[in-house]
């Protein structure tokens, strides 16, 4: 499954992920726990993004990995790890919520992802 989601800033400078379909509260849609983090290596200075995403690789795609699924009281969702970025490594661990498993009717063992221009 391939997705285009849009991420951006908000004046309180937190990430959230532009999903239109979700029906869940805005605060769900909150980019927290490392995944704030590499939003902001992605846009640089820009307060919004788009990335390409995918459970199945693609060309020029960094990897995110899943190392652990958490339990729904701690959270859901899981825990991933960027080993590299750009080809610097990196090792940052980030956690995607069950946000994450309604884009991809899953959690996924690998998301790949690119930067759309």
Partial sequence: MERTIRFYKNAKHEWYADIPEWNGDIADLQMVEGADEL?????????????????????????????????????????????TFKGETKNHKLWLCEVTEFVFNELPERIYFKQLS
Wanted: proline share 0%; net charge negative.
């Fill in 39 to 83: 939003l902001n290596w992605i846009a640089a200075k820009s307060t919004e993004c788009k990335l390409m995403m995918a459970d199945a690789h693609f060309e020029d795609a960094e990897l995110l990995t899943l190392v652990y699924a958490r339990e729904e009281n701690l959270g859901g969702g899981g825990d991933y790890l960027l080993e």
